[in-house]
């Protein structure tokens, strides 16, 4: 089974980082496009930002534009989210996705068409 494996995430204060990792140890994901998406209790899960398969093309939601950079290192089979600046509001699940529609497809925002997805790491910002 396809596994992408989050981690990083952890407690925080308000103007705080964080780097996230996802991991694909089951398979390259070196052609695809992934992404980062949160989602907080009660709320639907949300896009935050989404990287193309060489790193070239990037796409961030308007919350956290300026703040969070999303990368990549094919030869690690690592996709990365540095969060800076971070306010309670990002306070969510994290979740890696990826998806097969395009490997430069970066504004794919809906999570109904990302194929993989992983388990999730918890990032908590307190104020």
């Known amino acids: 089974q396809v596994q992408l494996v989050e981690s990083g995430g952890g407690l925080v204060q308000a103007g705080g980082s964080l780097r996230l990792s996802c991991a694909t140890p089951?398979?390259?994901?070196?052609?695809?496009?992934m992404a980062w998406f949160r989602q907080a209790p009660g709320k639907e899960r949300e896009f935050v930002a989404a990287i193309s398969w060489s790193g070239g093309s990037t796409n961030y939601a308007d919350s956290v534009k300026g703040r969070f950079t999303i990368s990549r290192d094919n030869a690690k089979n690592t996709v990365y989210l540095q969060m800076n600046s971070l306010k309670p509001e990002d306070t969510a699940v994290y979740y890696c996705a990826a998806h097969t529609h395009g490997g430069g497809l970066v504004r794919v925002t809906l999570p109904v068409l990302y194929d993989y997805w992983g388990q999730g790491t918890q990032v908590t910002v307190s104020s």
């Open positions: 089951g398979r390259t994901f070196s052609s695809n496009a």
